[in-house]
């Protein structure tokens, strides 16, 4: 019989599309023909869309497309880096503690309570603040931030497949504890992990551009898309050229889009429902 | 084994959840107290600045304590917080108390007009998309509010600001009006930071009742209400809403704690002097007591904002304190 899987659809590959474009953009910044994020064209100061700014031009001249594609590299080294250590943390205690079970099982959970315990963002501000914000310092408070949240998916996750007949059979098998959670366990949560991992990536780039616009994120001159918006929403810019806000903040809204989509149709796609079985 | 009854049951639940909240209370202390050797260099330096008299260093000496081991400057530290005494800021000479009196009452006023906006839109909204699941009105409503969720606050805010307040000048781009200065210009003031925290509320809202009132109305008593003749409006409001909204509220308890803390990009734009803005102030200006202090306090009121939701939750829904 046919896998009864859901399928992706083509919308699921245009959003993909959308992320690999705009990771490849900002990794490829410096070698795209476009002109400085931090150079000043003064014959061209707040202009709209044209051959030489594609985008058009921000209060001091600066080119806003590249604006946008240089400062897309904080917004996504913060959203994939945090992300990343949240699963490599999170993940690895959610699958040893819904292996284990037990005391395991128990410690871990209960310390992951008293995390989620704390507001989020204040959290975040505060620590911000008293210890300092460069761009690695963001990515691990937030990365930090995010491991109980990916711990309590990943785990609740791995529960379901610890008591499964395929790992009874590994065990008997005598199969070392590191071997069923790599070969046997990992495989079968992974697919439900990286869809919330994605969606989890839209919420951390939410979150740079919210500190940004509390001028804690990345300091200025370097573009970030909070920064960028928050820029033009500031100085009457947005009486004079509400463009400098707009083109980040649809720049924004299209990543978070394309990601919950990815994330959502991911999620159902591998969803294996007992009445398809 | 005896059966426990239904009170003991509840009794047992409120005490573990009341262990629970004491343990995490007196972490996010230890951490607000150590939040300060997070300072780089000698922290008193830090936290003067320019007002690095001798004076002032004696009465930051005393406050913290900072040349005793770390277990007793944590208790003096306690001793004084627990008496109220949050501290004092250099800057402005105002207590921290004093500050949180006059900023929380702005935050509040911004929760509770946007989560009736957010009810108001979202519980209707609801009620006619669940009626007929799927059709016309229900994929629009369900795609423009999963739309919304990729929508940030701080964009929200910004159209709204280009909008309303800059193109049609229907309210002030910024600004807190007291309420003393009559009703309308103070809630003309909080309208456009209220609608910007709503939106985010109302996508999540419908998208819970919604999908909890399509499977409550597939149940017997649907069924059986509707062979009774009853109207779908009176079926609707009177049958399905009702076990319906128990997730409605968990999340909006939730919600609540969050928003109270999750405000500040919203005030801090619309300069609307509540915690998250003065947070924010006591950053710029290095004023460390003060945001210390002010974090101590939203953190501290953030977990009893949940604990009591989770508590109403639990009193009102018998599964829950079941585990």
Known sequence: MGESRRPLGALFWVCLAFIVLVILAAALANFL?????????????NTGPSLHHLLGTDDLGRDLLSRIIFGARVSLVIGFGSIAIGLLIGGTLGLLAGFRGGATDAVINAGSFVILAFPPLLAIVVIVAFWGRSLWKLTLIIGIAAIPQL???IR?????YANRDFITAARAMGASTRRIIVRELLPNVAPSAISFALVGVAVVIVLEGSLAFLGLSVSLPTPSWGNIIFEGASNNNLQLNPFIALWPALAMFLLLTSLNIVGDRLREHFDVREGGL | MRERTDGGVLLAYLAKRLVELTAVVFLISILAFLLVHLLPGDPSVAILGPFDTPSARAEVL?????????PMQYLTWLGNVLHGNLGRSFLTKQTVATTIGEAFPIDLELVVVSQVLAFAVAIPLALVAARRPNRALDRLATATTFGMLSVPAFILAVLLALVLAVEVHAFPASGFTHLSNGVIPNLKSVALGSIALAAGSVAVYFRLLRSELISTLQEDFITMARAKGLSTRYILMRHALRPSSFSLLASAGINIGSLLTGAFVVEYL?????????IIVSIDSRDYLMVQGMALVVAVAYVLVNFAADLLLGVLDPRVRRG
Do not use: E, K
């Open chain 1, 33 to 45: 023909p476009i002109p400085s994020p931090t150079a000043q064209d003064y014959a061209a100061i």
């Open chain 1, 151 to 153: 711990f309590r998916v």
């Open chain 1, 156 to 160: 609740a996750s791995t529960m379901s």
């Open chain 2, 62 to 70: 005393r406050q913290l304590g900072l040349n005793r081991p770390l």
């Open chain 2, 270 to 278: 619309f300069q609307l002097p509540g915690i998250g803005y003065q």
